[in-house]
């Protein structure tokens, strides 16, 4: 009997104690991520488009490949998606776009006209890169683009003036390098 109870008491030791470091540790993994994400120097997104249920700007720039970004796009474009650094900015030379899963859904619906532009003010933009693409996506891939003499910027943006085939975007992962 005192064994079972020994046995027991350990048990309760081994998850209370597990519990304290849980309660100890998150916030400072917390802490550390947000250090972590710092110094990757993630940005902030946004958009001039309301995104669909589901389906938020932030997905287009957080490293999994298996969500996107989808939004309606009413007549007449541009669509506008913005990144912000934090103050010192970031170099980017390439940047990619990576095309999902979804049949027609995920292809007619990604750009087919856009520029890439960076600014230190918002004020005033540079076209780092424009392009036309002249065949269409194919699901699963992705396609770098070099930008034209790179430099640190705090604020870039993408400004999508044509689709494949649709009236809905959906871009499930732009990366930079």
């Known amino acids: 009997m005192w064994h079972r109870y020994a046995v027991l008491s ?8 597990l519990a304290a470091i849980q309660i100890l540790l ?34 287009i720039n957080d490293e999994a490949l298996n969500d ?23 170099l980017i030379s390439a940047y990619a776009f990576y095309v999902g899963h979804a049949g027609k859904d995920s292809t007619d619906r990604m750009p087919k006209r856009w520029r890439f532009e960076a600014s230190h003010d918002v004020q ?13 996506w194919e699901e699963g891939e992705t396609r770098e683009f070099r930008v034209n003499h790179p430099d640190r910027y705090e604020y870039y943006r993408l400004v999508i003036e044509g ?15």
């Open 26 to 59: 998150i916030p400072l993994l917390a802490k550390r991520a947000g250090t972590v994400a710092e110094q990757l120097s993630i940005p902030l997104v946004t958009t001039n488009l309301h995104s669909n249920s589901g389906s938020p700007i932030t997905n």
């Open 10 to 17: 350990r048990s309760a030791s081994v998850v209370i104690s």
């Open 163 to 177: 689709l494949w085939n649709s009236s809905i975007i959906r871009i499930n992962e732009i990366t930079f390098k």
């Open 68 to 90: 996107s970004w989808e939004a309606p796009v009413p007549a007449g474009l541009p669509v506008e998606i913005n990144f912000r650094y934090a103050e010192g900015g970031r």
């Open 124 to 136: 005033n933009w540079i076209t780092l890169d424009q392009q036309t693409v002249v065949y269409p």
